[in-house]
C-alpha cells in the first residue's frame, strides 16, 4: 500500500522566518494535495500539484514536486501567526480517492 | 457559495447508542466521501460515494458502521452501536464527478464525536 510521511511532525519557528515541510510517497504520486488545518476546523485546500517538477504559489507560500512525483515541499516564506495550524499532504492514487499523511504542526511564535 | 455542510457539528453519546452524522455536498459535485481523524491513525478515508453509488467502503472499520447516499444532495453516517473507540472527528468531503483527474476535493467542518 501507498505510504504519504511527512516532515517534520512538528514545528517551531519565529514569526518572520522561513520554513519548509515535506511530504514523501513510496509510490508515484498521480496527484499531490496540501491542506491546511485550524484546530476544530475543517480542512482547507492549499495547492495541488500534478507534473512532475511543478511549482505553484500563493501568497507566501509555495508548494513543488519533484520530477519523480514522490516527493512535495511546501514553503512558507516570512512566516506570520496566522501560518499556524496543521499542513497535511494528500496523494491522489490510480483510483478516485484522496488519503493523507500525518500532518505537521506548524506554531509560529510573534 | 455553500460548502460541504454537517452536521451535528458536535455531539457526546454514550456508548452503545446509535449515532447519526449528515453531509451535504456543494451542489453539483458527484464524489462524496467520508473521513475519520483521530490523533493515532490521522485522517483515514472511510468510504466514498461516485453519483451516490458507494464505490469504495474498504475503510469502513466494522459492521457497526454503515453509510447511505439516497440522493445527490444528502448522505449520512451511522454508527450502532457506538463505541467510546469511535471517538473522533468525522469529515464529509466531496468533488466534481471524475474525482482527483485534476479536481480538488472540498471538506466540511466535521462531526466532533465523543463517545462516553
Known amino acids: 500500500s501507498q505510504e504519504l510521511e511527512q516532515s517534520p511532525q512538528s514545528l517551531i519557528v519565529q514569526e518572520g522566518k522561513n520554513l519548509t515541510i515535506n511530504c514523501t510517497s513510496s509510490?508515484?504520486?498521480?496527484?499531490l494535495y496540501w491542506y491546511k488545518q485550524k484546530y476544530g476546523e475543517g480542512l482547507i485546500f492549499l495547492m495541488m500539484?500534478?507534473?512532475?517538477?511543478e511549482e505553484k504559489s500563493h501568497e507566501k507560500i509555495t508548494a513543488k514536486l519533484d520530477e519523480k512525483k514522490q516527493q512535495s515541499s511546501l514553503h512558507i516564506t516570512a512566516s506570520q501567526p496566522s501560518h499556524a495550524g496543521i499542513y497535511l499532504c494528500g496523494a491522489a492514487t490510480g483510483a478516485n480517492n484522496l488519503f493523507f499523511g500525518t500532518g505537521t504542526r506548524l506554531t509560529v511564535i510573534p | 457559495d455553500a460548502g460541504v455542510i454537517q452536521s451535528p457539528r458536535h455531539e457526546v453519546t454514550e456508548m452503545g447508542q446509535e449515532v447519526t452524522l449528515r453531509c451535504k455536498p456543494i451542489?453539483?459535485?458527484?464524489?462524496l466521501f467520508w473521513y475519520r481523524q483521530t490523533m493515532m491513525r490521522g485522517l483515514e478515508l472511510l468510504i466514498y460515494?461516485?453519483?451516490?453509488?458507494?464505490?469504495?467502503d474498504s475503510g469502513m472499520p466494522e459492521d457497526r458502521f454503515s453509510a447511505k447516499m439516497p440522493n445527490a444532495s444528502f448522505s449520512t453516517l451511522k454508527i450502532q452501536p457506538s463505541e467510546p473507540r469511535d471517538s473522533a472527528v468525522y469529515f464529509c468531503?466531496?468533488?466534481?464527478?471524475?474525482?482527483?483527474?485534476?479536481?480538488?476535493?472540498?471538506f466540511g467542518e466535521g462531526s466532533w464525536l465523543t463517545v462516553v
Open positions: 500539484l500534478q507534473k512532475g517538477g
Open positions: 509510490k508515484t504520486l498521480y496527484g
Open positions: 451542489s453539483g459535485h458527484n464524489s
Open positions: 468531503a466531496s468533488s466534481p464527478l471524475g474525482g482527483l483527474g485534476g479536481n480538488t476535493i472540498y
Open positions: 460515494f461516485n453519483n451516490n453509488v458507494p464505490i469504495d
